[in-house]
Each structure stands twice: as C-alpha cells, then as structure tokens.
T-cell receptor
Framework: QKEVEQNSGPLSVPEGAIASLNCTYSDRGSQSFFWYRQYSGKSPELIMF????GDKEDGRFTAQLNKASQYVSLLIRDSQPSDSATYLC?????????????FGQGTRLTINP | EAGVAQSPRYKIIEKRQSVAFWCNPISGHATLYWYQQILGQGPKLLIQ????????DSQLPKDRFSAERLKGVDSTLKIQPAKLEDSAVYLC?????????????FGPGTRLTVT
C-alpha cells in the first residue's frame, strides 16, 4: 500500500476558478505535510507546509489538514495559467533515525485560459 | 543565498557502465538527501545524511548504488553497474535539520538515461 496517494490527473481548471488538489496518507504518525510544485523538467519547489488540523492560508494558496481522516488538500484560488504544473504532496514520517519525506505520485494541473 | 548545486545536469550511459553525481548543499545545511524520480512518479528517497553520517539508506539498492558525504558538505552518489531501470532524474536536497516542519530545498537534478 502506498503511503501517500494522489490522483495523478490531469486536472483541468478554467482560469480564475478554484483548483482543489487532494492527498491521503496511511501513516497516522505523520507529523507534517508539504505541498511542492514541479514544473515540467524542473525540480520541486515548496509552496507551503502544514502540521496542525485546519486551514493554513498563504496568498492564493490554502492548505487543509484533517488528521482524523488522514487527508490533506491544497486549494488554489484565482487560478492562473502559470499555476499549470505537477503538485506533489509529501508526508513527513519517522524513518530510521530521522524524519523523512514520503511523496505521492503528484497531480498534474492544467489551467485553461 | 546560493541554492543546492548539482552536476552534471544530464548524463547518457550504456547499461553496465558506471556513473557518479555530485551535490553541494546550501551552506550550513546539516541534512542532505538523494532522491530518485522516475518519469510520472514522485521523488523516492534513496539516502539521507545528517552531517557526514547516514541516517536512512533503507531504499538504496546497495548492490549497485553507493553514496558518501565527506566532511559533512558535498556528496556523491554512484551507480555501478547501471541498469536500464535506473533511468531517472536524481535530485539532491538539503535542509537545516531533519525535524518537524523543516523544509527541503531541491537542486536542479541530474537526468540520467541508460541505454
């Protein structure tokens, strides 16, 4: 069983709409959750992280965490064509001697002008 | 602040050959990670260093992959011999620490093609 699961998409959203990206995780010991954006041919870049239940807002981005349901989401308001990318969800889990990130397979998002 | 540096950016080799990748983390970052990202998948952790010690190499195929981090700074990842399934992007990342909430910063990656 995969530890972090995402719908691989593609998810297509019209410009200006809200894009909703979802992620579930299996390890209840996971403490923090990260959303990375990865443009084609580029490396992942951090958008935001969350470790408390509820919502966390940063500009047009809102991360939501529900530990009881083991569910994390990322909302992108007023979607722009430049938001078209693959979005990676990662859970921070206890590894052998240290914390490590486990990534989902990513959701490909396309914003249509 | 300079980011994570990696070289080479691209490498094409034949199967059974060897290859090495180099990473220089952000100055002062104690934790260094090597990931393998196969096309269409998320990054998979291969090995994690804390300073110059290995803290997690549970997913490193040790029969062919090796890594070291001398003096707690630069790191090299080697594959010998390479297989076709090793074709992937190899990402290096660093973070100030390995604790909760510490974000990882990724380098540009090395795209390896094994023919």
């Amino acid at each position: 069983q995969k530890e972090v699961e995402q719908n691989s998409g593609p998810l297509s959203v019209p410009e200006g709409a809200i894009a909703s990206l979802n992620c579930t995780y299996s390890d209840r010991g996971s403490q923090s959750f990260f959303w990375y954006r990865q443009y084609s041919g580029k490396s992942p870049e951090l958008i935001m992280f969350i470790y408390s239940n509820g919502d966390k807002e940063d500009g047009r981005f809102t991360a939501q965490l529900n530990k009881a349901s083991q569910y994390v989401s990322l909302l992108i308001r007023d979607s722009q064509p430049s938001d078209s990318a693959t979005y990676l969800c990662a859970a921070q889990v206890s590894g052998r001697g240290a914390q490590k990130l486990v990534f989902g397979q990513g959701t490909r998002l396309t914003i249509n002008p | 602040e300079a980011g994570v540096a990696q070289s080479p950016r691209y490498k094409i080799i034949e199967k059974r050959q060897s290859v090495a990748f180099w990473c220089n983390p952000i100055s002062g970052h104690a934790t260094l990670y090597w990931y393998q990202q196969i096309l269409g998948q998320g990054p998979k952790l291969l090995i994690q260093f804390q300073n110059n010690g290995v803290v997690d190499d549970s997913q490193l195929p040790k029969d062919r992959f090796s890594a070291e981090r001398l003096k707690g700074v630069d790191s090299t990842l080697k594959i010998q011999p390479a297989k076709l399934e090793d074709s992937a992007v190899y990402l290096c990342a660093s973070s100030p620490r390995a604790g909760r909430g510490y974000e990882q910063y990724f380098g540009p990656g090395t795209r390896l093609t094994v023919t």
